[in-house]
């Protein structure tokens, strides 16, 4: 039996159209979650829309139309980036559907069960932007004296009755799992900030609203809706068949990996294992909370005017250079910025003359000088074996471990570095001028280029799926040697060029980026 998978991302707020920030989630998650598969994992990636709570009541109000038409609207454009960036998503979920209300409702009644629900009475800060309560010592004080959230967003004094979570009675439970298990929270930073907040003290969680009716309602207590945390957090369970069960629920839970950014790794490493542990059900393994991203080097906002459509990217520049760009330039777990300079000029160097380069001068020149016949029994060399063994090293082991680890900037880097060494061999062995001089060693050097290109692609798959794809598709690579696992098959050369593939002369895979107009 495969062994399991369990990847998501956060889910979103459609209140505005997605961003560049969401991309990058998608897009990192869907590296992991492809990079899974190919280890010959089964995987189940979970993605979607948070479409409840005041800031989407709001922001449909904002428009006049019922929250429920603006999440449909919304919710659609999510998806639609999810499917231009090929995000290969196992389900999209979003929060108002039916099954999700009673997945809520069924998690709320486990920690009711269990006593650690009851009424009070909340007076204290709200943010509508964050959805967060915040205590008093936690607020910053702008330049005019106005009280602002630790985010930085505005937050109003809210009274009213609301249901309440025991989340105190979690402290020693969850600093308890902290240790034992040290790679639940990553990176470091993350997870050092989650433990100074909880070895603070915790209050009691406000998990319901009175004052307006928008999410899923408090089972008996018709009045109240629940905090929209308190639901969009439990899609985690809702994605996979809960409560009812079934095959994906026996197989998937509890999450291998939740991949978010860091302005929400409270909810998802104190509030989410709270309620999980209330309602006995077992924690996930490891909650990512990945970096920032900054639009040359600022943060994004409407009012700066600098807030990029995903779409606008992936047009002007291609879906897998902008994949590539912001997985190999922004080092996962930390903030990133990103330009169109800075795209054009990353692409151009690693993929257009690198390794674009490298592919295409190599399976051009078998296909003009050998007719396309995949040559074999050429006098190999120890300059071919090194070359070999560097790819194998990169593609096999040191890839792969760096993306088990969640280091992909460090993995690209890494293959980047075989890239160069392929163009470094290729340039001093020349089969350009051993066609004339010494035939058999040509055959050897074409061969040996071609199973590191080959591997090489193989490899970077997870980062720029299509492109990889392609590349192998011209090379003859059937569809199912292009895992981790076919890359330990040494006979696989041999038998391609004995199966009497041709290589037609291949179309470029990375064109060169233009800079952008008025840079
Ligand atoms: O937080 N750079 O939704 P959201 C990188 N609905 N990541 C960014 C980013 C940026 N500039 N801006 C946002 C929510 N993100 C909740 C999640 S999960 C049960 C509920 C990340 O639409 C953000 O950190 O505000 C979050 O992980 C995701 O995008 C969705 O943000």
């Not at 990192?28 to 800031?55: N, S």
């Not at 607020?139 to 005019?144: N, Y």
């Not at 902290?178 to 997870?191: A, L, T, V, W």
């Not at 380069?357 to 029994?377: E, H, M, Y």
Request: aromatic share 12%; charged share 25%; net charge negative.
């Amino acid at each position: 039996m495969p062994d399991r998978f369990y990847v998501t991302t956060a889910i979103s707020y459609p209140n505005g159209r997605p961003h560049i920030g969401h991309a990058y989630e998608a897009i990192a998650t869907d590296a992991i979650a492809r990079f899974q598969r190919m280890r010959g994992k089964e995987v189940f990636f979970l993605t979607g829309t948070d479409e409840h709570g005041l800031k989407m009541a709001q922001a449909a109000r904002e428009r006049d139309v019922t929250p429920a038409a603006f999440a449909e609207e919304m919710s659609a454009q999510f998806k639609a980036m999810d499917e231009r960036l090929n995000i290969s998503f196992d389900r999209f979920i979003r929060t108002t559907e039916p099954g999700h209300h009673k997945a809520s409702q069924t998690l709320w009644q486990a920690m009711a069960d269990r006593g650690d629900i009851y009424l009070g009475r909340y007076e204290g800060w709200y943010s509508v932007r964050d959805e967060a309560y915040y205590d008093e010592k936690e607020l910053i004080e702008a330049d005019s004296g106005e009280k602002l959230s630790p985010q930085g967003t505005p937050v109003d004094w809210t009274v009213e009755e609301s249901w309440f979570f025991r989340l105190s009675a979690y402290q020693d439970r969850l600093l308890q799992h902290y240790r034992d298990h040290p790679d639940f929270i990553r990176p470091e930073s993350r997870r050092n900030e989650v433990l100074r907040f909880v070895e603070g003290g915790l209050s009691d969680l406000s998990i319901s609203r009175t004052s307006f009716d928008w999410g899923v309602k408090v089972p008996g207590s018709d009045d109240h809706v629940m905090y929209v945390w308190l639901d969009a957090l439990t899609n985690y369970l809702t994605g996979i068949g809960y409560p009812e069960g079934g095959a994906s629920w026996e197989q998937f839970w509890p999450a291998d990996l939740h991949v978010i950014g860091k302005d929400v790794v409270r909810f998802h490493a104190v509030y989410w294992p709270a309620f999980l542990m209330s309602a006995g059900l077992p924690l996930p393994r490891q909650v990512f909370g990945h970096g920032w991203l900054l639009s040359r080097g600022e943060k994004m906002s409407k009012s700066v005017g600098n807030v990029v459509d995903p779409d606008d990217l992936a047009n002007a520049f291609g879906v897998d250079p902008l994949r590539y760009f912001l997985l190999r330039e922004v080092t996962f777990g930390q903030d990133g910025s990103y330009s169109p300079e800075a795209i054009v000029n990353r692409v151009n160097a690693d993929l257009a003359n690198s390794f674009g380069n490298l592919a295409q001068r190599t399976l051009s020149f078998i296909a003009k000088n050998c007719d396309g016949v995949l040559p074999t029994d050429g006098r190999s060399d120890p300059a071919d074996e090194a070359l070999l063994a560097l790819v194998a090293d990169v593609t096999r082991r040191d890839l792969p471990a760096h993306f088990e680890s969640l280091q992909l900037s460090q993995g690209i880097e890494g293959w980047l570095k075989a890239v160069f060494a392929c163009n470094q061999y290729i340039d001093s062995q020349a089969p350009w001028t051993l066609r004339k001089s010494d035939p058999e060693r040509m055959k050897a050097v074409l061969a040996a280029l071609f199973v590191a290109i080959r591997d090489l692609a193989v490899a970077i798959a997870p980062v720029i799926p299509d492109a990889s794809a392609k590349l192998l598709d011209a090379m003859g690579v059937p569809a199912g040697e292009r895992d981790f696992a076919a890359l330990e098959d040494g006979g696989s050369y041999e038998r391609l060029a004995a199966s009497g593939f041709r290589l037609a002369a291949p179309a470029p895979i990375f064109p060169r980026l233009e800079a952008p107009a008025g840079n």
